[in-house]
């Protein structure tokens, strides 16, 4: 299980030019497509809690115990089935689906149906203990992301977690991609389009909207 703390940024015309004089090296480019899940229901992103294939491989994002106030996104990241496997189980026991010894994520996802699927085509670049990625997707949308990783934390860390989201806040100042208002990410602006529905419960969950 990872720590993922990540801040998101709107691209303009000058942002990778000021960010490779900030010292970035260009990493990768790269193309993915992401397919996001959930029941009927929407049980798991009701609960703030992400289950996606990205290229065919599940990776799952779960909140941390608590939050520190930020305009950051702060999720802890599973990409083992077995992992993935038992947090659903265990956080959402309908997923067992009949099974007494523990449902696998084959048998997992014969209880979910897909929500979202979008293809990005991604810019990755490092500096210091960062990657900076420039996103656009097939739908015409496009959002900066800055991450900072640690595979070596509780999920109850608080102090940990307070410490990497205060650097990633320094960093984002410190390179002028700091806004006053939260950047929404690809699912949500996803969401907002065509799944207007599923987005309005999430907004009255305060899951999603003018949430922070």
């Known amino acids: 299980m990872a720590l993922e703390i990540e801040r998101k940024f709107v691209i303009h015309?000058?942002?990778?030019?000021?960010?490779?004089?900030?010292?970035?090296?260009?990493?990768k480019h790269v193309t993915f497509t992401d397919a996001y899940f959930d029941t009927n229901n929407y049980d798991l992103s009701l609960a703030d809690t992400w289950l996606r294939k990205?290229?065919?491989?599940?990776?799952?994002?779960?909140?941390?115990?608590?939050?520190?106030?930020?305009?950051?996104?702060q999720y802890m990241e599973l990409d083992s089935d077995m992992e993935i496997a038992s947090s659903l189980l265990h956080n959402f026991p309908i997923l067992a689906n009949g099974s007494e010894t523990g449902a696998t994520m084959v048998e997992i996802s014969q209880c979910l149906s897909e929500f979202a699927r979008f293809?990005?085509?991604?810019?990755?670049?490092?500096?210091?203990?960062?990657?900076?990625?420039?996103?656009?997707?097939?739908?015409?949308?496009?959002?900066?992301?800055?991450?900072?990783?640690?595979?070596?934390?509780?999920?109850?860390?608080g102090v940990g977690l307070h410490l990497m989201v205060?650097?990633?806040?320094?960093?984002?100042?410190?390179?002028?991609?700091?806004?006053?208002?939260?950047?929404?990410?690809?699912?949500?602006?996803?969401?907002?389009?065509?799944?207007?529905?599923?987005?309005?419960?999430?907004?009255a969950a305060n899951i999603m909207g003018n949430t922070v």
């Open 54 to 73: 990205r290229d065919g491989k599940w990776q799952l994002k779960i909140p941390p115990r608590e939050r520190c106030t930020s305009l950051t996104c």
């Open 13 to 27: 015309e000058d942002s990778e030019t000021k960010l490779i004089k900030a010292g970035a090296v260009l990493k």
């Open 119 to 157: 293809t990005t085509h991604r810019t990755s670049y490092t500096i210091h203990d960062f990657h900076v990625d420039f996103d656009r997707t097939d739908f015409g949308f496009e959002v900066g992301e800055i991450e900072l990783m640690n595979d070596d934390i509780q999920r109850d860390d």
């Open 166 to 203: 205060e650097k990633v806040d320094k960093f984002a100042s410190s390179i002028d991609f700091s806004t006053s208002e939260r950047v929404i990410g690809k699912v949500e602006e996803f969401l907002q389009r065509f799944r207007p529905e599923h987005y309005g419960k999430l907004v």
